[in-house]
């Protein structure tokens, strides 16, 4: 992206990276954010919610620095930091471009919520074998959200930035296989920004640097 023309943040939300906490009381070492998430949730709050804060503060301190005042902003947003990438773009129009790359495909999973995802093993390292592709992240947890919406409702609120929804993944860790429908979220991408909703099944770095480009994947 840099070579292309573009400026780069990669930032690091509360609770990973660099903000990990080096303790945790989760039965998975894979579950990273489970302290995390309980300690937002008893605060009245969630993580997502606070994810979101996070990413507009960033994109709020990219339009003071000197040159990106007026620039276009593209967020990429792989697995569960999608969640705060759909509610900022939802909340801001600051945001003109947007690529979720696996995130989970619905709040409805028949097989289960399935096996953490495992970024780090017990010695914090790489794991040599990742057994599962599943969500192990309490991010997702907002309390009571299908009385209200699944995924492809919650995409409906990005409209009209144009969002390409990449390789989405079942939360037990299994293929989609096209098994949610994103009806809704087309019908409303047709009465706001025809033709800038596009999902694909597979992950294509290619096809996200296009989109973020303005091209077609």
């Not at 009381?25 to 949730?41: E, H, K, N, P, T």
């Not at 008893?42 to 990413?55: C, S, V, Y």
């Not at 992240?137 to 995409?155: E, K």
Request: with cysteine.
């Amino acid at each position: 992206m840099v070579r292309r023309g573009w400026a780069v943040a990669m930032s690091d939300l509360r609770g990973i990276g660099e903000t990990r906490p080096v303790f945790e009381s989760s039965g998975y070492y894979g579950f990273r954010d489970a302290d995390v998430c309980m300690a937002a949730l008893k605060q009245g709050h969630t993580l997502a919610g606070l994810w979101t804060r996070d990413l507009l503060a960033v994109i709020a301190a990219l339009r003071s620095q000197g040159g990106y005042a007026q620039v276009p902003i593209a967020v990429w947003a792989e697995r569960e930091t999608g969640i705060a990438a759909i509610l900022a773009a939802a909340t801001t129009k600051e945001i003109d471009r947007l690529v979720l790359d696996g995130f989970w495909a619905s709040y409805v999973s028949k097989s289960g919520y399935g096996k953490p995802y495992v970024y780090r093993d017990e010695n914090n390292r790489p794991p040599a074998k990742q057994d599962t592709a599943s969500y192990g992240s309490g991010v997702l947890w907002l309390p009571d959200i299908l009385d209200y919406a699944d995924v492809p409702q919650l995409l409906a609120l990005v409209a009209p930035t144009p969002l390409l929804f990449l390789a989405p993944i079942a939360l037990s860790g299994e293929d989609d296989g096209g098994a949610t429908p994103y009806d809704w979220t087309r019908r409303v991408y047709e009465v706001e920004a025809p033709s800038a909703f596009t999902k694909l099944d597979r992950r294509d770095d290619k096809a996200v640097v296009n989109w973020i480009d303005g091209d077609s994947p």
